[in-house]
T-cell receptor, first 114, second 114 residues
Framework: GAVVSQHPSRVICKSGTSVKIECRSLDFQATTMFWYRQFPKQSLMLMATSNEGSKATYEQGVEKDKFLINHASLTLSTLTVTSAHPEDSSFYIC??????????FGPGTRLTVL | QKEVEQDPGPLSVPEGAIVSLNCTYSNSAFQYFMWYRQYSRKGPELLMYTYSSGNKEDGRFTAQVDKSSKYISLFIRDSQPSDSATYLC??????????????FGRGTSLIVHP
C-alpha cells in the first residue's frame, strides 16, 4: 500500500513553455501533498504544501505565480511550471500523506528546459 | 546551526558489514522520526518510522532514537551492494497551525562494495 505515482517521469521542453506534473495517491486518500525540488547530490527542498480544496502554502523564496499547485481532489495534485527557463531544470518530487506524519514519495519527474 | 545535521559521506563499506547512519537535531519538539532510502534518480522510499525514543527493528534494519541526546541512528546488518543508496533522515513535531511538516537531513551516501 501507500503508492504515489508521478507523471511524466521525464520531460524536456523549450524555454518559455509551461509544464504540468501530476501526482497521484493510488491506494489512499491524501489530505496533504507536498512538492519538493532536488538538485544533484543535494537534499530535498520543500517548495509547497497543499491540502485538498485549499490554496497551497509556499515556502519562502518559491514564486507561487511560477509554480502553480492545484490539489483538486484527495488523490491528485498538479504542479505547473509556467514559462519555464533553464534554471528551472531539476528533479521534482511529490509526496502525500493520509493523516499523521508519514509521507510517501512519488518516483520523481526530471525536468530539462532547453 | 541547521535543525537536522547529517554527514553526506560517502560512506564506503565492504559487503556484510554493519552500517551505522546517524543524524543529530536541535529542535526538542520533534517527536516522529523517519528514515528514507533514495536510489539515484528515484523518489525516496520509507524504510523506518518511529515515535519518540527507543528502538525499532525490521529485518536487517534497526532504528534508534535518543531524544535526550537529540540523536537518531539507522543500523543496517549484513549490508549488501543493493543497499548502496542515499539515506535521508526526517523528523517532525507539532508546528504552528497543527501541521507536522518533516525536516529532512541532507542525506548520507552509502556505498557497499562486493
Amino acid at each position: 500500500g501507500a503508492v504515489v505515482s508521478q507523471h511524466p517521469s521525464r520531460v524536456i521542453c523549450k524555454s518559455g513553455t509551461s509544464v504540468k506534473i501530476e501526482c497521484r495517491s493510488l491506494d489512499f486518500q491524501a489530505t496533504t501533498m507536498f512538492w519538493y525540488r532536488q538538485f544533484p547530490k543535494q537534499s530535498l527542498m520543500l517548495m509547497a504544501t497543499s491540502n485538498e480544496g485549499s490554496k497551497a502554502t509556499y515556502e519562502q523564496g518559491v514564486e507561487k505565480d511560477k509554480f502553480l499547485i492545484n490539489h483538486a481532489s484527495l488523490t491528485l495534485s498538479t504542479l505547473t511550471v509556467t514559462s519555464a527557463h533553464p534554471e528551472d531544470s531539476s528533479f521534482y518530487i511529490c509526496s502525500a500523506r493520509e493523516s499523521g506524519t508519514v509521507q510517501f514519495f512519488g518516483p520523481g519527474t526530471r525536468l530539462t528546459v532547453l | 546551526q541547521k535543525e537536522v545535521e547529517q554527514d553526506p559521506g560517502p560512506l564506503s563499506v565492504p559487503e556484510g558489514a554493519i552500517v551505522s547512519l546517524n543524524c543529530t537535531y536541535s529542535n526538542s519538539a520533534f517527536q516522529y522520526f523517519m528514515w528514507y532510502r533514495q536510489y539515484s534518480r528515484k523518489g525516496p522510499e520509507l524504510l523506518m518510522y518511529t515515535y519518540s525514543s527507543g528502538n525499532k527493528e525490521d529485518g536487517r534494519f534497526t532504528a534508534q532514537v535518543d531524544k535526550s541526546s537529540k540523536y537518531i541512528s539507522l543500523f543496517i546488518r549484513d549490508s549488501q551492494p543493493s543497499d548502496s543508496a542515499t539515506y535521508l533522515c526526517a523528523m517532525s513535531g507539532l508546528a504552528s497551525g497543527g501541521s507536522y511538516i518533516p525536516t529532512f537531513g541532507r542525506g548520507t551516501s552509502l556505498i557497499v562494495h562486493p
